[in-house]
């Protein structure tokens, strides 16, 4: 029930020399280029493209590092010849060679699939810690600290697999240890 003067128990009477106009008047301008929402929307893809680009690096870069999956491959070559060659040509299948300046390593399949499933160990490992602070600080800050420090930890991996399998084992933990924030 409104008491005298329009003004109800929880609020008190205007001073004479009170202002009623607003402080901040909602203009309907919309914005320059693109709402809010779709600009979201776009950091968002950019972000995720990043993160996935980071997680399959290793796979991509890894055909040129090993070069096989056995440690002596087999020789190529055939018993009989089943077409004629053309004149001039040469039946020989020789193997790749590695470009110059591109390290091999003597990794086999076992040791590869290992070097492949470590990012997932990490980012195994703090799946409900990760979803729990993001939901509770926000994913935007926890998105890019997590592109930020797996980008860096990625610039590592040629050192790391200079000094050993093992210690590109472990980068490769810390890796999606850092990436874990962003998926959560």
Not at 13 to 33: H, M, S
Not at 41 to 58: D, E, I, K, T
Not at 99 to 118: H, K, M, N, R, V
Request: hydrophobic fraction near 40%; include cysteine.
């Amino acid at each position: 029930m409104p008491l005298p003067n329009d003004n109800s128990i929880n609020t008190a009477p205007l001073d004479e020399g009170e202002d009623t106009e607003p402080l901040i008047y909602n203009d309907p301008i919309p914005p320059q280029c693109c709402s809010a929402r779709l600009n979201l929307a776009f950091l968002m893809f950019c972000g995720f493209s990043m993160v996935y680009g980071l997680r399959v690096n290793l796979s991509v870069a890894m055909v040129a590092m090993v070069n096989t999956t056995e440690p002596k491959p087999a020789l190529n070559s055939s018993v009989v010849s089943a077409c004629p060659l053309p004149p001039g040509g040469d039946n020989s299948s020789d193997s790749f060679h590695q470009p110059a300046g591109i390290p091999q390593y003597p990794w086999d399949s076992e040791t590869q699939g290992w070097l492949l499933g470590a990012f997932f160990f990490g980012y195994l490992c703090t799946q409900i810690p990760g979803g729990y602070l993001s939901g509770h600080y926000g994913g935007s800050i926890f998105l890019g600290v997590g592109v930020l420090v797996t980008a860096f930890l990625t610039l590592l991996t040629p050192l790391a697999a200079q000094m050993g399998s093992q210690w590109l084992f472990a980068l490769r933990a810390l890796e999606g240890f850092g990436e874990v924030r962003v998926m959560s």
